[in-house]
C-alpha cells in the first residue's frame, strides 16, 4: 500500500486535528495518534516548560526513514510526524505521530514503533527548565548514541 508520509519539525505550536487531516483517507477504517506532552514535573522537580533543539535536514532525513521501516512492516496509508522545536510549555503537544490503515491493528502499532524509534534515532535534544530556575538537558536513556553506564 503506498501513502503519503508528511513530516515536520516545526516552533509552531501543534495541532492534532491539523495532523490527523493529513492521515484522513475514505479507505482508512482506523486512524491511530500519538501526542506527546510537557509534563508539570519529573524527579520531584516541578516542571515549568521544555525547550527542543533540533538539527532539522537530518531530524526529517531520520524521521523519513522511519516512515519507510513502518511502511516494510506494516500495510498503512498515510503517516504524519510533526515534532515542536524551542519552547513547548506544560499541557502542549511536542510531537505527534498519526498513521491510517485500513484496521485498527497496523494503525496501533505503527505509532507504537514509530515513536520508539524516533526516540531512539532521531537527533533533537530536549531540555528540561524547572520552577527554580535550573535546567536539565535529558539524555534519552533510549536513545542509541546515549553512554550506557
Known amino acids: 500500500m503506498s501513502g503519503e508520509d508528511f513530516v515536520q519539525i ?17 479507505t482508512a477504517g482506523a486512524i491511530s495518534i500519538f501526542v506527546g506532552t510537557t509534563r508539570d514535573n519529573f524527579d520531584g522537580k516541578k516542571v515549568v516548560q521544555l525547550e527542543y533543539e533540533a538539527y532539522k535536514p537530518m531530524a526529517e532525513k531520520e524521521i523519513l526513514k522511519i516512515c519507510q521501516q513502518v511502511r516494510e512492516k506494516w500495510k498503512v496509508e498515510h503517516i504524519a510526524v510533526v515534532h515542536r522545536i524551542g519552547i513547548v510549555p506544560v499541557t502542549e503537544a511536542s510531537v505527534i505521530i498519526a498513521v491510517s490503515s485500513a ?8 505509532v507504537h514503533y514509530g515513536i520508539d524509534a ?10 528540561e527548565v524547572y520552577a527554580d530556575g535550573s535546567n536539565n538537558w535529558k539524555e534519552n536513556k533510549e536513545c542509541d548514541w546515549a553512554v550506557k553506564g
Open 10 to 26: 516545526t516552533s509552531e505550536k501543534l495541532s492534532v486535528e491539523d495532523v490527523t487531516k493529513k492521515v484522513t483517507s475514505p
Open 103 to 110: 484496521h485498527r491493528k497496523e494503525a496501533l502499532e505503527a
Open 118 to 127: 524516533l526516540k531512539t534515532t532521531v537527533p533533537i535534544w530536549k531540555k
